[in-house]
């Protein structure tokens, strides 16, 4: 009988085993919808396709640090940072400070379908984008608040210097050049995000704002056919690895006219059939799978040799 339960207890364990290992393994949310979330982040109206909001956004009264105005003020990384920190990050001073909490706390402890409540006005009437925002939209969002910024971009950038951490200039050249130059040029000079007198170089963002880099690198960026880092299977070291070649070139050459977003040369093929980069710690189903069928084997053997050796104890009758 007490054979008979340990057996049960195997199995019992070794559900739970496959099934919080494939949990494990699979992230929670797909790379698209992850790619989406981001860049609604970045800019919700160009990202979505609907008109652009009039005026600030409700709730920019209640801050007085931050002197933009219009559109800036809806964009959720003008609140709640390019690290996702907010007033405990990389703006906490400057001219992008709004006193506005980030969103990792929300992502760590709230879940998805509550944070989409919250961007529906449940918790704020004047932080329900409702009205501009379908639900397909808001889910993506939410979806990115809880599975897009999972990772501390400290670890990787050190804020006082703008310098990423222990990056490989040359992988990261090497990707820039596999993934990036065919838009951006080898030398980051063929679009420019600014203006004739103000030019801004992908070398200008990386050097000035390593964590929006980061962000656009991983999440691509609104109306723009840019491959997604998330998309190709890239980690936030991988993004890294860009950013430290990124800022080795040269921040403000001659001057270029601003490109618009529709000459970007579409990037589809590629983003289809990306080589994927190995994930370090990324834990795999098949790890899991050889995990339980390991334990399976080892109780199975135990009990075989337990009821052969009761067997033989067991006179004849």
């Not at 040269?250 to 270029?256: I, L, T, Y």
Request: glycine share 8%.
């Amino acid at each position: 009988m007490r054979v008979r339960r340990f057996l049960v207890v195997c199995v019992v364990l070794a559900s739970f085993l496959v099934v919080g290992g494939l949990a494990l393994a699979a992230p929670p949310s797909d790379p698209t919808t992850l790619a989406k979330g981001g860049q609604l982040y970045d800019k919700w109206w160009t990202a979505a396709g609907v008109a652009a909001p009039q005026g600030d956004q409700p709730l920019w009264s209640t801050q007085t640090t931050n002197t933009r105005k219009g559109l800036d003020t809806w964009r959720c990384k003008e609140c709640h940072g390019w690290d996702y920190k907010g007033k405990d990050g990389a703006y906490s001073s400057g001219s992008h400070k709004t006193g506005f909490a980030g969103i990792v706390e929300a992502s760590k402890t709230k879940p998805v379908e509550q944070i989409a409540a919250i961007l529906k006005g449940s918790s704020n009437p004047n932080h329900d984008f409702t009205p501009a925002l379908d639900d397909a939209s808001i889910n993506a969002l939410a979806a990115f608040v809880k599975d897009g910024v999972d990772e501390d971009l400290s670890q990787y950038v050190d804020y006082a210097t703008k310098k990423p951490k222990e990056a490989n200039v040359p992988r990261g050249k090497q990707m820039y050049t596999d993934t990036c130059a065919a838009c951006h040029g080898a030398d980051g000079k063929t679009l420019n995000f600014g203006s004739e007198q103000e030019p801004e170089w992908v070398g200008t963002i990386a050097v000035d704002n390593p964590q929006e880099f980061l962000h656009k690198v991983t999440f691509g960026q609104p109306g723009a056919p840019m491959p997604a880092g998330v998309q190709l299977g890239w980690t936030l070291g991988d993004a890294a690895d860009v950013l430290a070649h990124a800022q080795t070139l040269q921040a403000e050459p001659e001057s270029v006219a601003p490109a618009s977003e529709a000459a970007l040369p579409t990037l589809q093929a590629a983003a289809q059939t990306p080589t994927r980069l190995p994930r370090t710690g990324e834990p795999t189903v098949l790890v899991a799978l050889v995990v339980v069928i390991g334990l399976v084997l080892l109780a199975s053997g135990w009990i075989t040799r337990k009821l052969c050796r009761d067997r033989l104890k067991t006179p004849l009758r």
